[in-house]
């Protein structure tokens, strides 16, 4: 008889194990907390074209990489050492005279380089960016990079260089909100809140970038020695970093 009622002693305990935990789990209060910190950005970055026109490739290619240069030159001269050029999308195409285009749209129909289609010169092309921590300057920047004669030059946005920290900050006040909330439900059932239970982030991303862009028309590098750079004063808006967690606190006994 004994080795029976061992056996069911056992069956028994983690099942009363199993039902207080569920009996546990029932006392909870359960809410979704949210925190936004703002924090000012403290990278900008600046897109421009570059354009090399002549009657070869190696004519269109050389005016592209010295005009590259002056604008790289000048635009890390302003911003001081605190700029990243990067480039990319370099292309090379011909050019024909107007009277080749059939009007029926690009690549209509193929054409020999011949008579009205003859080739007549080059053009290059070149992507560019700027990323740079010296944010006042960035707006100048454009303005001085479209003057040493980059192509659609703009402020494409502003971003932060440790977003992490803000993510941090921002989970912090999310799970002191989910706490205030789950006080005042708390409160208003009667009950006291109890020790936490779980946490888990419900964030779908990072941070909201505010993005602002601008455009100054092309023109041609002025004779030396140039004037100073235009002022352009700029004030970005500050990002916002948003975070969620999903919080269950016990109710205490």
């Given at each position: ?14 099942v009363?194990?199993a039902?207080?935990?569920?009996a ?9 907390g ?22 070869t ?8 990489a ?7 030159a000048?635009v ?19 050019v ?7 009007n029926r749209?690009?690549?209509s ?9 003859a ?11 700027v990323?740079t ?5 960035s ?22 260089s ?13 799970i ?19 020790e ?5 982030d ?13 455009s100054?028309?092309?023109a ?5 020695p ?15 970093t948003?975070q ?10």
């Open positions: 008889m004994i080795r029976p009622l061992l056996l069911a002693t056992a069956l028994i305990l983690p009363a194990a039902a207080q935990d569920d546990r789990r029932d006392r909870t209060i359960r809410v979704m949210s925190g936004t910190v703002e924090t000012a950005p403290d990278v900008a970055r600046i897109d421009y074209w570059v354009r090399g026109e002549g009657a490739p190696d004519a269109a290619t050389a005016a592209l010295q005009r590259q240069k002056a604008i790289a000048g890390t001269g302003l911003l001081g050492g605190q700029a990243e050029v990067t480039t990319a999308n370099v292309t090379v195409i011909e024909r005279d107007k009277a080749c285009d059939d749209g690009y690549g129909n193929p054409r020999l380089s011949q008579g009205a289609c080739i007549v010169g080059h053009l290059a092309t070149m992507q560019a960016g990323k921590r010296a944010v006042d300057k707006a100048t920047a454009v303005g001085l990079a479209s003057r040493l004669g980059a192509s659609d030059a703009r402020l494409a946005g502003f971003e932060l440790n977003p992490a920290d803000a993510k941090r900050r921002a989970t912090v006040a999310a002191a909100d989910a706490k205030a909330r789950a006080e005042t439900l708390a409160a208003g059932a009667g009950a006291r809140l109890g936490l239970v779980s946490v888990s419900q964030s779908g991303g990072g941070p909201a970038e505010m993005v602002v862009t601008g100054r028309p092309a041609a590098p002025p004779p030396p140039p004037p100073p750079p235009v002022a352009i004063d700029i004030k970005p808006r500050p990002i916002e948003r969620q967690v999903y919080v269950a606190y016990s109710i205490a006994p």
